[in-house]
């Protein structure tokens, strides 16, 4: 299964978040979901995981 990745650092915020998230897809979409919620103020809904979940790369294998 290939684990994705979450990067704060490809999307614009008032914080400067640079918080990178990756394991495998249903994880990585709840953890950045709270952190969506938590330090950026989102709301969680369906939607907002579904866009996440959009926005998922894979991670590249370490060479």
């Known amino acids: 299964m290939t684990r994705k990745i979450a990067d704060c650092r490809k999307y614009p915020s008032e914080s400067?978040?640079?918080?990178?998230?990756s394991g495998e897809e249903d994880e990585v979409v709840r953890a950045a979901a709270e952190?969506?919620?938590s330090v950026h103020e989102h709301t969680d809904s369906p939607e907002l995981r579904e866009q996440?979940?959009?926005?998922?790369?894979?991670?590249?294998?370490?060479?």
């Open 16 to 21: 400067n978040c640079s918080l990178t998230i």
């Open 35 to 37: 952190h969506a919620v």
């Open 52 to 63: 996440l979940r959009g926005m998922l790369e894979d991670e590249k294998a370490a060479v």
